[in-house]
């Protein structure tokens, strides 16, 4: 199967910071990557999609503001959390796969704000 | 908007014991299904990818059906083993993603006993 890298995994940082978290598809060219976030006890729900080379596309109630989205290779992906609360700490991670097969999965990154 | 669900949300079993695990969606028009397994802090991995054409998937111990008409899909672990404790989580793919934009359930938290 593809394989799927995200760095870090895992940060802490202060309150009103930025973090960046990169996803990046290594034996395949990605011209879309998914950005999703999983809370506590539940399920991954989708933040964004990642267009190499164009706008991310943000699901409902995702600020596109305070999670910025850059995929300016067919390889990688980066977002970044700005200015982050402690709300914002989630597993976060990333995904890719070539059109009309499975998706392959980052690693993840445990994200928490102090 | 695709709801997807999973039971039981926890299962325990002795080892050897063969089990099933169900998966519910909604809406019936997707492209296809996927199941994963996660492990606690860990990323996703995939186990089975079923085609919204297709009526089952097999890999292993593992046996993943798929009807799109009624919605649902069950994995059938046979001869569980203590590694196979996990989360369990079926995903959906939505339109407009290569196959790739997923909208996941609620898991299934798996414990196999020795």
């Known amino acids: 199967g593809a394989v799927v890298s995200q760095h870090p995994s895992w940060v802490i940082c202060k309150s009103g910071t930025s973090v960046k978290i990169e996803c990046r598809s290594l034996d395949f060219q990605a011209t879309t990557m998914f950005w999703y976030r999983q809370f506590p006890k539940q399920s991954l729900m989708l933040m964004a999609t990642s267009n190499e080379g164009s706008k991310a596309t943000y699901e409902q109630g995702v600020e596109k503001d305070k999670f910025l989205i850059n995929h300016a290779s067919l390889t990688l992906s980066t977002l970044t959390v700005t200015s982050a609360h402690p709300e914002d700490s989630s597993f976060y991670i990333c995904?890719?796969?070539?059109?009309?097969?499975?998706?392959?999965f980052g690693q993840g990154t445990r994200l928490t704000v102090v | 908007k695709q709801e997807v669900t999973q039971i039981p949300a926890a299962l325990s079993v002795p080892e050897g014991e063969n089990l099933v695990l169900n998966c519910s969606f909604t809406d019936s028009a997707i492209y296809n299904l996927q199941w994963f397994r996660q492990d606690p802090g860990k990323g996703l991995t995939s186990l089975l990818l079923?085609?919204?054409?297709?009526r089952e998937q097999t890999s292993g111990r593992l046996n993943a059906s798929l009807d799109k008409s009624s919605g649902r899909s069950t994995l059938y672990i046979a001869a569980s083993q203590p590694g196979d404790s996990a989360t369990y989580l079926c995903?959906?793919?939505?339109?407009?993603?290569?196959?790739?934009?997923?909208?996941f359930g609620t898991g299934t938290q798996l414990k196999v006993e020795l």
């Open positions: 995903a959906v793919s939505l339109a407009g993603g290569g196959g790739n934009k997923l909208t």
């Open positions: 079923i085609q919204s054409s297709q």
């Open positions: 995904s890719a796969g070539r059109v009309n097969t499975e998706a392959f």
